[in-house]
């Protein structure tokens, strides 16, 4: 039950300080420039624990088997950190606006999997998907 609960809790955990953080981000600062700053300390910690774990000789053998998806990720990455920062900018609250956010993106998936991985959409999906944008429009107003 563990390996369920404490990926999630540090989904949870990170979206609240990630959120804190980029609500937190100095208005006169360059975004691209904080976003560089936090890229090449995420890259080197992120090289360290991926050598500490694949062990030194293996490092070229494991960045072998990296596709497109990583290219991908990285540009996504990068428009969903000046979104945010940008949504704050422009005067959304941290509660309201990771909420929309997230509800727009569940709404979004729900979709993506029916179409791209042809996963099963019930009823009660499609009726959490209206429960939601009456949600998003009352959130809102």
């Known amino acids: 039950?563990?390996?369920?609960?404490?990926?999630?809790?540090v989904v949870i955990l990170s979206n609240t300080v990630y959120n804190i953080c980029m609500k937190s981000m100095p208005p006169n600062v360059n975004p691209f420039g904080a976003?560089?700053?936090?890229?090449i300390v995420a890259a080197i910690i992120t090289a360290i624990i991926f050598v500490f774990m694949v062990k030194p000789s293996n490092v070229v053998f494991e960045l072998s088997k990296?596709?497109?998806?990583s290219i991908i990720l990285a540009l996504v990455i990068v428009?969903?950190?000046?979104?945010?920062?940008?949504?704050y900018r422009a005067g959304w609250s941290i509660s309201t606006a990771?909420?929309?956010a997230n509800i727009g993106l569940a709404c979004v998936l729900v979709i993506?999997?029916?179409?791209?991985?042809?996963e099963n959409v019930s009823i009660r999906q499609i009726l959490g998907i209206f429960v939601c944008m009456v949600g998003?429009?009352?959130i809102n107003f």
């Not at 039950?1 to 809790?9: A, D, K, R, T, V």
């Not at 976003?35 to 890229?39: D, E, F, P």
């Not at 993506?112 to 042809?118: A, E, H, I, R, T």
Request: hydrophobic share 65%; glycine share 8%; charged share 5%.
């Open 136 to 138: 998003l429009i009352l």
């Open 112 to 118: 993506v999997g029916f179409f791209l991985y042809k």
């Open 98 to 100: 990771s909420v929309v």
């Open 66 to 69: 990296i596709n497109w998806t």
């Open 79 to 87: 428009g969903l950190e000046v979104g945010y920062v940008f949504v």
């Open 35 to 39: 976003l560089m700053v936090t890229y």
């Open 1 to 9: 039950m563990w390996n369920l609960i404490w990926p999630i809790l």
